[in-house]
């Protein structure tokens, strides 16, 4: 199928078949969309959580559940992915120029006017501007799911402080939106896409 036809194919699953895991090899293809997705200054200032549905997790992702207004997608999904924003964003950007410089210090150096740049938006960044990240990995995800077939639910539906607390998140992560990973159930309704037309959308100038 092609990109277009995956994605009119895809739907906010509610209910997911709890007997279909979605395997390892898929999985870690839509972790590298979400590793691969762009972000501002590159710093990928977010942190992805990935809970798998074992019975190790069951009662973790019951908890999460009942922060989620008991919808289904929680804790029938084979994976669910939880997005944070982070909001150490001095320790981001030194943890990004170490890795862009190779931890070398002259290399390092070398790179401390763009360094500097990038420090001088420091007092511009915050939990908005994180988040925002999040959300585009997000999509990156979806479409990746969409590509392989895997249904998927994006969802910001839930108790976010409660989420925080059930993981046990450190301070420096906000939990800002999730996504449920695996294969539609059975008796789930197909939902039909309500989309406004292109021309009511968009405008070429
Ligand atoms: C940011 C965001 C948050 C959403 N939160 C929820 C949610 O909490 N629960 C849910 O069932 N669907 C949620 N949705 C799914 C939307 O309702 C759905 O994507 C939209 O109606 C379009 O339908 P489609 O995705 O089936 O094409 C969310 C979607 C987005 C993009």
Same mark, same amino acid.
């Given at each position: 199928?092609?990109? +277009?036809?995956?994605?009119?194919?895809?739907? $906010?699953?509610?209910?997911?078949?709890?007997?279909? %895991?979605?395997? +390892?090899?898929?999985?870690?293809?839509?972790?590298? @969309? #979400?590793?691969?997705?762009?972000?501002?200054?590159?710093? *990928? @200032?977010?942190?992805?959580?990935?809970?798998? !549905?074992?019975? %190790?997790?069951? &009662?973790?992702?019951?908890?999460?559940?009942?922060?989620?207004?008991? *919808?289904?997608?929680?804790?029938?999904?084979?994976?669910?992915?939880?997005?944070? $924003?982070?909001?150490?964003?001095?320790k981001s950007i030194d943890e990004y120029f170490t890795l862009l410089s190779?931890?070398? *210090?002259? $290399?390092?150096?070398?790179?401390?006017?763009?360094?500097?740049?990038?420090?001088?938006?420091?007092?511009?960044m915050n939990v908005e501007w994180s988040k925002k990240q999040t959300y585009?990995?997000?999509?990156?995800?979806?479409? @990746? @799911? $969409?590509?392989? *077939? #895997?249904?998927?639910?994006?969802?910001?539906?839930?108790?976010?402080?409660?989420?925080?607390? #059930?993981?046990?998140?450190? &301070? !420096?992560? /906000? /939990?800002?939106?999730?996504?449920?990973?695996?294969?539609?159930?059975?008796?789930?309704?197909?939902?039909?896409?309500?989309?406004?037309? %292109? &021309?009511?959308?968009? +405008?070429? #100038?």
């Open positions: 199928m092609s990109f +277009t036809s995956n994605l009119e194919w895809r739907y $906010a699953t509610k209910k997911f078949d709890l007997n279909k %895991k979605v395997s +390892t090899i898929d999985l870690e293809k839509v972790l590298e @969309a #979400i590793r691969l997705a762009p972000t501002s200054y590159g710093l *990928q @200032a977010f942190h992805l959580h990935v809970i798998e !549905n074992t019975p %190790k997790n069951l &009662e973790t992702l019951r908890k999460l559940k009942s922060a989620s207004w008991e *919808q289904a997608q929680i804790d029938s999904c084979s994976h669910l992915l939880v997005f944070s $924003a982070r909001t150490d964003f001095a190779g931890a070398n *210090q002259e $290399a390092r150096e070398r790179l401390s006017a763009y360094e500097d740049l990038v420090m001088g938006s420091l007092p511009r585009l990995a997000l999509g990156f995800a979806l479409a @990746a @799911a $969409a590509e392989l *077939q #895997i249904d998927s639910c994006p969802m910001e539906g839930f108790d976010h402080e409660k989420f925080h607390e #059930i993981l046990g998140l450190p &301070e !420096n992560l /906000v /939990v800002s939106a999730i996504m449920p990973l695996g294969y539609r159930a059975e008796d789930e309704k197909v939902r039909t896409k309500t989309r406004f037309k %292109k &021309e009511d959308l968009i +405008t070429m #100038i």
